[in-house]
């Protein structure tokens, strides 16, 4: 059993930074890799980056690539992401992620969800 619990999200202007942390509990040995993923008003869950959890693979979608940056911090079982430059369109709640899996980006191979964390950055 995993537990996923996010944190960080908040209400920022364009052009700012936040930190989304997401720490896993229970039975984290099953993990292969770490996502987060997100979902705007009216749209899908939409793949933002993984990580493995050694940290030695990582991947981006090209609409936050060069802005966000996934961590991993194993003495603290914990995955972040750092988000810079934020844009209005960036605005979504933010889910993490885990997979006992090999990692793809799409939704269905992530097998353990957190409950989400909402950014909103304004115009």
């Known amino acids: 059993q995993v537990q996923l619990v996010e944190a960080g999200g908040g209400l920022v202007q364009a052009g700012d930074s936040l930190r989304l942390s997401c720490a896993a509990s229970?039975?984290?040995?099953?993990?292969?890799?770490m996502a987060w993923f997100r979902q705007a008003p009216g749209k899908e869950r939409a793949f933002v980056a993984f990580?493995?959890?050694?940290?030695?693979?990582?991947r981006y979608a090209d609409a936050v690539k060069g802005r966000f940056t996934i961590s991993m911090d194993n003495a603290k079982n914990t995955v972040y992401l750092r988000m810079n430059s934020l844009k209005p369109e960036d605005t979504a709640v933010y889910y993490c992620?885990?997979?006992?899996?090999?990692?793809?980006?799409?939704?269905?191979?992530?097998?353990?969800w957190g409950q989400g964390t909402q950014v909103t950055v304004s115009s």
């Open positions: 992620a885990a997979t006992d899996f090999v990692p793809i980006t799409v939704v269905d191979r992530w097998n353990h």
């Open positions: 229970g039975s984290i040995f099953s993990i292969n890799a």
């Open positions: 990580i493995t959890w050694n940290g030695g693979r990582m």
